[in-house]
């Protein structure tokens, strides 16, 4: 089974400053998709990024950014310039990429971050 | 488009009660997963409908079924409330094409924070 780890219960960035989210995965297989997902006060689940695990090259969204070690197991965050909005409860996630009539995407989550940015 | 909706917002029961609680997929979308989230925790899969039928499942007890729609909607049900049933239910839809994965990213509902008395 897999198991997502996300090592740093809070964290906290001054406004305009950047801050790295770590997460470490367990798996055995070699194609899956990995996530990073928001969740501010009001509850709802947002996709902040998205990586594919056979590209080898980083997903980058606006001030997001991933960096990807496959042979590390390692997807780590990076928020750029960070805003007063990005205070939230970051998820990583790993969803499995299998072909057949059966299979499904199930999303397994890390225990989150919470992330304060202070003005 | 529409994205993914949930209702009730909140609600509360006893313990002992059933409950149904309800989601609408966003537009295009054809896949409906069920999780639970507990308070500080990441959120747990309970399963997830394609085409009607349960297509993968959690490690959740029999109480907890759930329904698919020809709309693609979906339901959730509980029976027999225990009090570590209060937590907050997301529903997240995607879209899944006959004989492949689910491929596309699974977007979520703003849920249903249940609680059990």
């Known amino acids: 089974a897999q198991t997502v780890t996300q090592s740093q219960p809070e964290m906290s960035v001054q406004e305009a400053e950047t801050v790295t989210l770590s997460c470490t995965y367990d798996?055995?297989?070699?194609?899956?998709?990995l996530f990073w997902y928001k969740q501010p006060p009001s509850r709802q689940m947002i996709l902040v990024i998205r990586?594919?695990?056979?590209?080898?090259q980083n997903a980058t969204e606006n001030r997001f950014s991933v960096n990807f070690q496959k042979a590390a197991k390692s997807f780590s965050l990076k928020i750029s310039d960070s805003q007063l909005g990005d205070a939230a409860m970051y998820f990583c996630?790993?969803?499995?990429?299998?072909?057949?009539?059966?299979?499904?995407?199930?999303?397994?989550f890390g225990q989150g971050t919470i992330l304060t940015v202070h003005p | 488009e529409t994205g993914v909706t949930q209702s009730p917002t909140h609600l509360i029961k006893t313990r002992g009660q059933q409950v149904t609680l309800r989601c609408s997929s966003q537009?295009?979308?054809?896949?409906v997963s069920w999780y639970q989230q507990a308070l500080g925790q990441g959120p747990q899969f309970i399963f997830q409908?394609?085409?009607?039928?349960?297509?993968g499942r959690g490690n959740f007890p029999p109480r907890f079924s759930g329904l698919q729609f020809p709309n693609y909607s979906s339901e959730l049900n509980v029976n027999a409330l225990e009090l570590d049933d209060s937590a907050l239910y997301l529903c997240?839809?995607?879209?899944?094409?006959?004989?492949?994965?689910?491929?596309?990213?699974?977007?979520f509902g703003p849920g249903t924070r249940l609680t059990v008395l």
């Open positions: 997240a839809s995607s879209r899944k094409t006959s004989g492949g994965p689910s491929t596309d990213t699974q977007y």
């Open positions: 798996t055995s297989e070699s194609d899956y998709y």
């Open positions: 990586q594919e695990a056979y590209k080898q």
């Open positions: 996630a790993y969803r499995t990429f299998m072909a057949g009539g059966t299979s499904y995407g199930k999303l397994t």
């Open positions: 537009s295009g979308h054809n896949t």
């Open positions: 409908y394609y085409r009607e039928e349960e297509n």
